[in-house]
């Protein structure tokens, strides 16, 4: 009999590509390779970092439907992976009831279907659908930098154990926000950094060591490791760069990493080195994202290289979100009627927020431009273009 573990093992080797149903992702992804253009894989790793409100829990609420929901019924197509999603709500923030009106919404498609050879879908067919899509998500909510790596290093033992889970591969590992306990991590690392240069020693200690974002990274990469899923981690936009990005008629911000350590592929001025268009990178038969499984004799857990963080993982893709555009309310509104419920729902339609988004990819000067709408029960993408 084969092991189970051997089998997700040659299925982490070789990845299968993911279409993300975002299509300037998916367009950006495919271009990068134009003899064989391919979606996301499996072991990427793609940050998406941003501003508060800028649109980066709505961009994870997208996967996450589209890693969970099936990818047909009875010949429509519904565009998902049928695969396990799991969730690290570090905010505390996440909806399930928002979660699953967008599943609904996907899945309405089913009831406008023109093929009249196909069986009519019922209420309880789309009920029965949905509440399979629900199963497959897993949210934990760690309280730390401390619990959150503790639960990402234990959670292979949860996919191989829990009853709802073990029979499904884990397709997305998605963390929201790596950033909510930065200013608590801050204060240990300066704690650190203050004892450790009181202390009688020749020998400095780096602060890295002290940094909780280290177990983080090796926790993460552990995951990739050993289940190999597409990972995605929203990122705060805190520090804006000194050279935006200049997109012909506005320039857009970027903004430099402070979690440390941890991935910065932008941070550094090799990409002013490239040429026009793209620099070709040595394929690598796994990801991408540098190794999913670790070398021979090396422990998943344990950091490995020279350099000075020590990284396990690179970014893939990198996403930057802005600031939402958001339709103005009409002027005839008052404040109270705007914040309660006393107006007629004849005089306020659903409010509707824009966002705009920048998809860049490490060793590539290729930069995709988008924008999607987000309404109360969907989120819509619009046209990519390429700058």
């Known amino acids: ?113 023109q093929d009249t050879a196909l069986p009519a879908v019922d209420d309880q067919t789309l009920e029965d659908i949905l509440g399979l899509c629900l199963s497959r998500l897993h949210v934990f909510r760690p309280s730390s930098s401390a619990q959150l790596a503790a639960t990402l290093v234990h959670l292979p033992d949860y996919h191989s154990t829990h009853p709802s889970l073990r029979s499904h591969e884990i397709g997305l590992l998605a963390i929201d926000s790596l950033s909510a306990f930065y200013w608590g991590d801050r204060f240990l690392v300066e704690q650190w950094r203050t004892t450790s240069g009181n202390a009688a020693s020749t020998t400095p200690i780096p602060t890295e060591l002290a940094s909780p974002m280290r177990h983080v990274v090796a926790a993460v990469q552990r995951v990739r490791a050993l289940r190999g899923p597409l990972t995605v981690l929203t990122n705060w936009g805190l520090n804006p760069s000194k050279r935006p990005a200049d997109l012909g008629e506005q320039a857009y911000p970027l903004y430099k990493q402070h979690l440390h350590p941890f991935p910065a592929p932008f941070d550094t001025t090799v990409a002013t080195a490239l040429p026009p268009r793209i620099r070709p990178v040595p394929a690598q038969p796994q990801t991408s994202a540098g190794p999913v499984c670790p070398t021979e004799g090396q422990d998943a857990f344990e950091p490995s290289g020279s350099s000075e963080t020590r990284q396990l993982f690179s970014i893939t893709h990198h996403i930057t979100l802005y600031p939402s555009l958001a339709e103005p309310y009409p002027a005839s509104l008052t404040l109270s009627e705007i914040k309660g419920d006393s107006h007629p729902s004849s005089v306020i339609a659903p409010h509707t927020v824009t966002h705009q988004g920048l998809v860049r990819t490490p060793a590539s000067v290729l930069a995709t431009r988008f924008a999607f709408r987000v309404t109360e029960d969907d989120i819509v993408f619009e046209p990519s273009a390429e700058v």
Request: aromatic share 4%; glycine share 6%; proline share 6%.
């Open 1 to 113: 009999m084969i092991h189970v573990s051997f089998l997700l093992l040659i299925d982490i080797m070789v990845p299968s590509p993911l279409g993300s149903s975002i299509p300037a992702l998916d367009d950006h992804v495919s271009s990068l390779n134009s003899q064989q253009p391919t979606p996301l894989r499996r072991g990427d790793v793609v940050e998406i970092q941003g501003p508060a409100a800028s649109g980066k829990s709505h961009l994870l609420y997208h996967l996450l439907t589209t890693c969970v929901l099936p990818v047909a019924h009875h010949s429509v197509c519904i565009g998902g992976w049928e695969c396990a999603a799991v969730l690290l709500d570090t905010d505390g923030k996440f909806n399930i009831k928002r979660f699953r009106r967008l599943l609904t919404s996907r899945l309405s498609k089913l009831r406008v279907t």
